[in-house]
Nanobody, 115 residues
Framework: VQLVESGGGLVQPGGSLRLSCAAS????????LDWVRQVPGKGLEWISASNSDDRIFYSESVKGRFTISRDKAKLTVYLQMTNLKVADTAVYYC??????????WGQGAQVTVSS
């Protein structure tokens, strides 16, 4: 199983970025794939999920600004982030949910929001 994130970077407040998570080594359509972020020195924060039954969920902190989507042909999950705030600065991880816990994680993508 591999999850590989890409698309992080530096953006000004109010800007946009799209993160990608390319999956391999498992049946893509059978699992929920989520985005979790970590601010340096703080704990993990779950922010969004794309379930295997196509249901989508967001945390209150990103609802209305972030959009998760899943491309079944490309085996990739995306996180489109708009109206970014300084508080969104974090390392963003893609993680697979096996129904009980996150069992595989990507390497993380740094997102820095700064003027």
């Amino acid at each position: 199983v591999q999850l590989v994130e890409s698309g992080g970077g530096l953006v000004q407040p109010g800007g946009s970025l799209r993160l990608s998570c390319a999956a391999s080594g498992f049946t893509f359509s059978s699992y929920s794939l989520d985005w979790v972020r970590q601010v340096p020195g703080k704990g993990l924060e779950w922010i969004s999920a794309s379930n295997s039954d196509d249901r989508i969920f967001y945390s209150e902190s990103v609802k209305g600004r972030f959009t998760i989507s899943r491309d079944k042909a490309k085996l990739t999950v995306y996180l489109q982030m708009t109206n970014l705030k300084v508080a969104d600065t974090a390392v963003y991880y893609c993680a697979r949910w096996d129904g009980w816990a996150f069992d595989f994680w990507g390497q993380g993508a740094q997102v820095t929001v700064s003027s």
